[in-house]
């Protein structure tokens, strides 16, 4: 439960990620210094290494270094600012959540922490080896429900590609523009069954009040199977922006355009504030929050 001392606690973790490296050592943040050699050392042998670490809320949860989200969780206690300060607005006891893309299951954690025990958060990961240590994170919770699925239009079997440990984010059914990467990335292939959110719904008899879809480039496929949910139950939804000209992804304005045409205002996180936003014809990373006008 988000208690006046646990948002002091997010604003001083999202005050020292701010902060300059000359004032991360001056408070003894040497932590920060381990994470970072511990990171290069890896990177240099091109391997990775999985460890525990502790969320802001002083959950524990395991991540694998070097990879970028777990980079930052392990230093931070949390990733995403943005997102993660929507959900601490937004999700309340006795909410359900579903967590589109849950990778290792930062934002399942923080949702079934801010939800508690009358509320429910599902979670969806296709990836076998990701999967296993969303299992090991969250799958002893009895609000959360995890689904070893991809979320598209509907269902069917889909083909995704796995990048490994280190780019365990950027699996997805499309190609992947990865960072530091020359050449092209190398990948093994998987399949996985695939369901669209108004089954999903239907099928488990929920009332979803929020949904989070970070889908890596599959963001608009979901949408689209998710039409009578929107109209129906009206939940807050949080979608990944960001054009990469990947062939087959659709750009993210046309994300932005379908939830106007269904009755939703867009907002940002911008300087530790949500607020409105304004569609784009091109976009950056991101996260943007859609709330129903009415």
């Not at 296993?132 to 991809?150: D, S």
Request: aromatic content about 12%; some cysteine; glycine content about 8%.
């Amino acid at each position: 439960m988000l208690t006046a001392d646990w948002e002091d606690r997010f604003r001083s973790s999202f005050a020292l990620y701010h902060a300059s490296r000359m004032s991360k050592l001056r408070h003894g943040h040497i932590k920060l210094v381990y994470s970072k050699l511990l990171e290069l050392s890896l990177r240099s042998l091109g391997r990775s290494l999985s460890r525990k670490v502790q969320l802001v809320w002083g959950e524990e949860m395991t991540v694998v270094y070097p990879e970028i989200a777990s980079l930052g969780i392990a230093r931070y206690g949390f990733f995403g600012e943005g997102l993660t300060r929507m959900l601490l607005s937004k999700l309340k006891p006795g909410m359900t959540f579903l967590d589109i893309g849950a990778q290792l299951g930062y934002f399942t954690l923080l949702a079934a922490w801010l939800v508690g025990e009358s509320g429910h958060v599902h979670s969806f990961e296709p990836t076998p080896s990701t999967f296993e240590l969303l299992q090991l994170n969250a799958g002893l919770k009895n609000n959360v429900h995890l689904n070893q699925l991809a979320v598209t239009s509907e269902s069917a079997i889909a083909t995704l590609n796995d990048y490994g440990a280190r780019y365990g984010s950027f699996n997805s059914i499309y190609a992947a523009k990865l960072p530091n990467q020359s050449g092209p990335p190398k990948y093994t292939s998987f399949q996985v069954p695939t369901i669209s959110v108004d089954e999903y719904v239907d099928r488990e008899g929920l009332v979803p009040s929020f949904v989070k879809i970070d889908a890596e480039n599959a963001d608009f496929e979901i949408l689209t199977g998710m039409r009578k949910t929107l109209n129906g139950y009206r939940p807050f939804v949080c979608v990944e922006v960001g054009d990469m000209d990947i062939y087959g992804v659709r750009p993210s304005k046309d994300i932005v355009s379908f939830l106007l045409d269904h009755g939703y205002q867009p907002y940002e996180h911008r300087e530790g504030d949500i607020v409105q936003h304004q569609p784009q014809e091109r976009y950056e990373h991101g996260d943007v929050l859609f709330l129903p006008a009415s």
